[in-house]
C-alpha cells in the first residue's frame, strides 16, 4: 500500500520482445492491470539502430475501439491508413489514428533511413475509447513537434503530447481526460509531480530517477497513489513517461489488435479481418498480417 513515504503502490514488469534488431518492452496489458487512466498498452521501442539496408515494416493490420499514439525520440515512420492518409513521423511530433469502429494501416520505414539502418527510439500507446465513442468515424491527426508545449527550466525539459498540465495545453485531441509527457531529466534535476489525475504512471526509459526517494525501475511502469504531489528526481539524468488520466468507464477487453468493451464485437472484429471485409491502405494493400492463432497481446480474466 501507498504512504506518504512511498508514493508508488504498483511496479508493472514489461514482458519483452525481441523483434531482429531491436527490442519492444511492453507493460500494458498486464496480468496485473490492464489500463492505466485510458492507456491500455504500452510499448518502448527500442532504442536501436538497424543494420544498413534494413527498417521496419508492420504491415497492413486492424484495430477497432481505441486510439494508437505514436511518439519518437530518433528515426522516422512512413504511417499509412485505409482513410488514404500518408504521414511521415519524426521526432518530437504525434500520430494520434483513432480506430473507432475499424481502420487498417502500416507502419515502415523510409526508404532514406533504410538506406544506412534505420533508427527506431520511441513510445507507442493505445488508449481505450469511452463507451460513446468506440464507434466514432475512424480518424487521423498528425501534430508536429513545434506545435506540443514545452516546459523548460532548472534542468527539466517536459513536452507535453496530451491534455492539460504542468501550466500548458496540448492541442492534440483528447477522447477522455488524459495526461501524456516526455520528460527530460538532466543531472541533480528535480520535479513536483503536481498533476491532479487520479490514475498516474511513470514509466523510465533510461537513466536514474527517484520518486520520494524511492528508485524507478527502467522499463518498469511505476503508479502514483492518488492524491499525492511527489518529487521526481534524479542523480545522473534520466528520460521518462508520464502517462494517465481519469478511470475509464468501465472494463476493457483487448484481443491482439482489437479494444472494446464488448467480447462480442471483438469475435466480429475477428471475423471480418479474416474475411477481408476491412479495407486496406490504398497505397499498402499487397500484404497485410494474417490473424493469429495466439496473439501476443490479449487481455486477462
Not at 1 to 13: G, L, N, R, S, Y
Not at 56 to 68: C, E, F, M, S
Not at 107 to 132: F, H, K, Y
Not at 277 to 291: A, Y
Request: glycine residues 10%; negative net charge.
Amino acid at each position: 500500500m501507498a504512504t506518504v513515504e512511498t508514493p508508488i503502490f504498483q511496479t508493472i514488469a514489461p514482458v519483452t520482445h525481441d523483434l531482429g534488431g531491436f527490442k519492444v518492452h511492453r507493460t500494458l496489458p498486464n496480468k496485473e492491470r490492464t489500463m492505466v487512466g485510458p492507456f491500455i498498452f504500452f510499448d518502448q521501442m527500442g532504442p536501436a539502430r538497424l543494420p544498413a539496408g534494413q527498417g521496419i515494416d508492420v504491415r497492413p493490420h486492424p484495430h477497432i475501439n481505441l486510439a494508437t499514439v505514436t511518439y519518437l525520440f530518433a528515426g522516422a515512420i512512413d504511417h499509412r491508413d485505409s482513410l488514404g492518409t500518408v504521414q511521415r513521423i519524426e521526432p518530437g511530433a504525434v500520430n494520434l489514428m483513432t480506430a473507432g469502429s475499424g481502420i487498417a494501416h502500416s507502419e515502415r520505414s523510409p526508404s532514406l533511413e533504410r538506406a544506412s539502418g534505420a533508427e527506431l527510439d520511441g513510445i507507442q500507446t493505445w488508449l481505450a475509447l469511452p463507451l460513446v465513442g468506440e464507434e466514432a468515424d475512424p480518424a487521423f491527426e498528425h501534430v508536429p513537434a513545434g506545435d506540443l508545449p514545452l516546459v523548460e527550466g532548472d534542468g527539466v525539459r517536459l513536452r507535453l503530447i496530451m491534455g492539460d498540465g504542468f501550466g500548458v495545453h496540448s492541442p492534440v485531441t483528447q477522447h477522455s481526460a488524459t495526461i501524456y509527457a516526455a520528460i527530460e531529466l538532466a543531472p541533480g534535476a528535480a520535479l513536483v509531480v503536481d498533476h491532479p489525475a487520479d490514475e498516474r504512471a511513470f514509466y523510465l526509459m533510461d537513466g536514474d530517477a527517484s520518486v520520494d526517494g524511492s528508485q524507478l525501475i527502467p522499463q518498469h511502469l511505476a503508479l502514483l497513489a492518488p492524491g499525492t504531489f511527489p518529487l521526481l528526481s534524479t542523480v545522473g539524468g534520466a528520460r521518462l513517461m508520464l502517462c494517465g488520466g481519469a478511470p475509464m468507464d468501465g472494463p476493457r477487453h483487448v484481443w491482439w489488435n482489437f479494444v472494446s468493451s464488448s467480447r462480442e464485437r471483438i469475435n466480429e472484429a475477428k471475423r471480418a479481418w479474416r474475411s477481408g471485409e476491412f479495407v486496406l491502405p490504398p497505397d499498402d494493400h499487397d500484404e497485410f498480417i494474417p490473424l493469429p492463432e495466439v496473439p501476443l497481446t490479449v487481455s486477462y480474466p
